[in-house]
């Protein structure tokens, strides 16, 4: 532990020592040339490398079916629903539609004219209530039709087929041959004409929102809509009513044209008396002005009671229910009767591919996001709404250079910082430029460590350069300081350099050890962006340790050397060999001497006062400690500044966002085309029904009670029974028919799975944006699938006991690991954050403990190689202990979050406020050794040590404090808990270490004297 061993090398070739750190510098920087760190902030870099984390990246990489790009609107006066607000949003949503950008980008899978927003969607209910309301309209118009037109058509077949005897037939024959058409044709022709019902109304969406008057009509007719039922039994009726008359009237017409078709033969033969012709020719021409009303009778029921616009219609209004609910902001509330709402957005949903250019061509995705922010900043409504882009990759990249920029700011703050506190310490340009620059060699070499691991230049990284300056300075501090002590004692430089190198080099390799494997404790995270952090910080701490172990003393012998040969002063007018003018230094440095001294001193005269206000502020501020709960959201690090940071808040914060709902989700890798893949996915279905936790919601009741999900059976057979309904020949639904059984949408018995794999390749080329949701294929198969229960967790609590129920109830698909199905991994969006949060506390006690302990054992072995005591350890540990409960406490009492940051602010504390502890206690060794009077020895120790470490603790504070002015909410949090940390730890380290050094050494010598006496 000892660093004699290797003091000489840069005193005996300084040369030598400089050229290899300068060749390492060099090879630093070329990395950085050629392979620089690449910029990046997204929010995969805050999960956590665990399988629920992954399995979460997995579903939203291969179950998102677009690229969405966001348009908030904002009412100036707290309420946006008003038809010009709805007119203004059709306006933008028309504009993006014509926009070049928008029709090489859109999603092709849509068959949406306009981006969805709650102005279309309320024009598109608008279409449907009247199209519905229209067919029962006609429905009623027509029921009395029916029997008249299926009286006329049994009259019209009779006739038909009586033709032949018309030519002999006699009077009374003739007229039972004649008389019921004519009879039928007068009544039916005598009937009210029909309303001809409301069709889809062909006024546009922006006419539709010109024609309303004032506000209060606008809002009657919303609320109008919403209250409707699409679900109402009377459209059913009406529709079977309509399609009834449709075939009756079909058959009626194909009757009627046949029976004119036989008149006309009979009228063509020439063989008929005269009144006989005449009577068949008014028959013929009351049957064409029948077949006249029938056939637009038949259109109007034909085109009202159209399955498929029915299942449109229907489809169109439960799609706007959706999005009047989720587009606009949380205020807007229906069914408490508020129509009200402060904000509204669009969605724009472009191709998928996009979510892949972020990658290969993130410069293409940002020019795309960048047109249609243009597009949208540049509108100007009727109303005082503002309007504002949400382009989630370009404030991404607003985040980071908005962080870099801060960092460009800070770093050179922190460099001036301490430029200013080694100039009053050291008074030497000299000593100022070697300190700063082996500090910016060390910055170096970590970036170009980074680069070779291919790390990320993110947010997080962008903030190591300001903290090194902080921790590095500190080891040039202690060993410039301890220098310029050993040449004031007459040593030579070489003797002077050897002495700093062998007693303070010790302190900072056991510094540098515990401070390194603080941060290295980060490897234990489980969110990648901490361990890159915790790594980088640590090679740049080690950086510092040996070019500053080495540069130091080989430019200081050499720089020194050169001034001594000429007989110049070495520093402040100290020249070497001289030894009498210490007082000079003293009488410079009096104040902060006494200073801290009286504070060593008031302590060491009343120690039991302060171990028992150390010890009760302890459980005090440990009281508040365990108050403190982990949390974990991304939308923390969002710059406050930044105006799209804002948005995203807002759109947060505001809305019900679509998919944002708690979700329980299982995921499914293997061959999706096995019928047994699909039992077994419908018996976990089955298990889900019999949970009654209450986690699973259900949909339905009775025996159509089902748990509520996107599921892959339910959207098969959900589709084939729609599409059964509106279109019987689709390719889709006979071939589902086929294999799959109507009923228990399961395989029938004997299909295979080219039979399923055909039926699922017709969902996924016929429905792309609904199978997207719950299939995935690469090339020809289908290899994965997702079941997202949506669920109801109140507590992390909840969502861990949900983790659990599902695995539970997905065994049938377990049994199959290994067969048809490979993996089968969970995630949900509750079920992420409690099992973040929980990895996240796990870790980090587990890394205080450690830090904890491997200190403890590495000084204990220091101190015992050195002073063969074992307890020396435990004694120079146990402030920083302290310490950890005194700052998690304050954190809970100003209100400070314990974020994904801040909470490495336990083994931080550890690893860097026990430096002092091993300056303070290495020194008082050395003192305690050679004075009697162990108060005196204490004072020496503070006096030579003082200095040194406030100067250190007060750049370390200084650049963990300058984050206070970070971009990031929790860098900043961090700074400012971390400077406080130092701070405790600094008063620590001379107040309560000094007073249990002194009970330690009283009790050794009280032992070793009665060792002597026995």
Known sequence: MNT???????INHPWISIAVILLITAGAAAVNMMKPMEESFNNEDFLPDIDVAKANTLYMDTFTSSYPFIILFRSGHGDLVEPEDFRDMILLSEMIRDNETYQQWKDRSSQDDLPQSPAKAMYD????????????????SLSTFIPATAFLNSTASDLEGSLEDIPSADDERMEDILSPLENALSSFMSMEPPSPGVGGDEEGPVEYFDSFNGTEAFKKELGTILRFNISDGSINDALGGLMTYTFVSASAVETLQDTREGIDSLLENGALNGSVVGRLEGLRENISRSLEVLGSLHTMASVQGNPNILGRMSQSFQIGQFILTNFLTEDFDPSSGELSAKGAMIIVNLDYSLNDMVDEDRSKVLE????LSTLAGDFEGAGDTSVSAVPFERINERISEASSDSMKILFPLAMAFVFLILFIFYRSIIDIILNILALSMAILWMYGFGSLMGYSNNPMITAVPVLLVGLGIDYGIHLTMRYREEIRKGRSIREALSAMSASVGTALLLATFTTVFAFLSNLSSPVGLILQFGVMSAVGITASFLIMMTLLPAAKGLIDGWKARRKRPLFNGFREGECDLCDTEKKRLRFLDRTIMSLTVGAEKHPAAILTLVLVSTLILTSFAVKN??????NDFLPSELPESENIKYLLGEFRLVGSGDTGIIIVEGDLADPDVLRAMDRTMDLAMEKDTGYIQVEGS?????PKADFLLFSLKDTASMMGALSPDNPFFLNYTRVFDMGTGLPREGMDRDDVGEVLSLFMNGFPSLARRVIHREGSNFTMSAIAFTVV??????????????????????????????????????????????AITTSQIRSVLITIIVSFLALTLAFFIEERSISLGAIATLPVVFCVMWIAGTMYMVGIPMNVMTITIGSLTVGLGITYGIHITHRFIEDSNREEDLIEASKKTVMNTGTALFGAALTTVGGFGLLSFASMPPLRQF??????????????????????LILWAKARRKWRGMRKTS
């Open 4 to 10: 004699r061993n290797i003091k000489n090398i840069p």
């Open 125 to 140: 209910m608008h279409r449907s209530f009247t199209f519905i309301e229209g067919m029962k309209e006609a429905n009623s």
């Open 368 to 371: 795309i996001e960048g047109n």
């Open 629 to 634: 709960e982990v949390t974990f959201d991304v």
């Open 702 to 706: 009775g025996s159509f009670a089902r």
């Open 793 to 838: 967790t109140e507590s992390d609590d909840d969502a861990m006991n949900l983790l659990d129920e599902l695995k539970e109830i997905a065994s049938p698909l377990r049994e199959l690991e290994g067969g048809g199905v490979d993996t089968v991994s969970y995630t949900g969006s509750s079920i992420l954050m409690a099992v973040i949060v929980d």
């Open 975 to 996: 700074g400012i808990v971390t400077a406080l940390a130092i701070t405790y730890s600094f008063l620590a380290s001379i107040i309560v270490l000094p007073v249990l």
